[in-house]
């Protein structure tokens, strides 16, 4: 039982570039998320979704793309990465209506954008 | 914004010494749980409560709840080194469909 995996854990990209950061979790969640973490601030919630096929945005999603095709995958697309994107993504997931056990997290990406 | 925000931002004591971490919060709430982030790692569930409660326990954790004052504390009893982190507290606005809010954390450290 791996959890919730994050995909890769360290990148550096240009501005401008694009690239995907992959979550999978094999618990069956039907709840998924993706946050960003910044010094000194807490976690800001850039999109999540409540099962296959449906996404909404959080706080922070400009800059951001999500699609949920399946149960157990949750990629966030970074169209044009600028360094203000420069931050620790986290995905999380739970049960969806009414969540018993809180939220499994995965270890992060720290990206930086240069 | 931030839904949650903990008061202190940053706790040193002594080992075996408890440590108390507060929250408060804006919003009527599903639950409050609290979380740790050890440095560089993800974030781990501690315990959840929910807004018809008003204490829990768990191991050497102890979470209280009043909704009145829209608060939160966490305890931490005979702390140990193991104990030094961040701690996190986050709502489940009944306004958010299930979107978890986080505040900006407390930094324990737990001196030797």
């Known amino acids: 039982n791996a959890g919730v995996t994050q995909t890769p854990k360290f990148q550096v990209l240009k501005t401008g570039q694009s690239m995907t950061l992959q979550c999978a979790q094999d618990?069956?969640?039907?709840?998924m998320s993706w946050y960003r973490q910044d010094p000194g601030m807490g976690l800001r919630l850039i999109h999540y979704?409540?099962?296959?096929?449906?996404?909404d945005q959080g706080e922070v999603p400009n800059g951001y793309n999500v699609s949920r095709s399946t149960t157990e995958d949750f990629p966030l697309r970074l169209l044009s990465a600028a360094p203000s994107q420069t931050s620790v993504y986290f995905c999380?997931?739970?049960?969806?209506?009414?969540?018993?056990?809180?939220?499994?997290f995965g270890s992060g990406t720290r990206l930086t954008v240069v | 914004s931030q839904q949650g925000e903990e008061d202190p931002q940053a706790l040193s004591i002594q080992e075996g010494e408890n440590a108390t971490m507060n929250c408060s919060y804006k919003?009527?709430?599903?639950?409050l749980q609290w979380y740790r982030q050890n440095s560089g790692r993800g974030l781990v569930h501690l315990i959840l409560?929910?807004?018809?409660?008003r204490e829990k326990h768990s191991g050497r954790l102890r979470v209280t709840l009043d909704t009145s004052k829209k608060s939160s504390s966490l305890l931490i009893t005979a702390s140990r080194a193991a104990d030094t982190a961040s701690y996190f507290c986050?709502?489940?606005?009944?306004?958010?469909?299930?979107?978890?809010?986080f505040g900006q954390g407390t930094r324990l450290t737990i001196n030797p």
């Open positions: 999380a997931s739970s049960y969806y209506g009414t969540p018993n056990y809180g939220y499994t």
């Open positions: 618990m069956n969640h039907e709840y």
């Open positions: 979704s409540v099962g296959a096929g449906i996404t």
């Open positions: 919003t009527s709430i599903n639950n």
């Open positions: 409560i929910r807004s018809n409660e």
């Open positions: 986050a709502t489940d606005s009944l306004l958010g469909a299930q979107k978890l809010v």
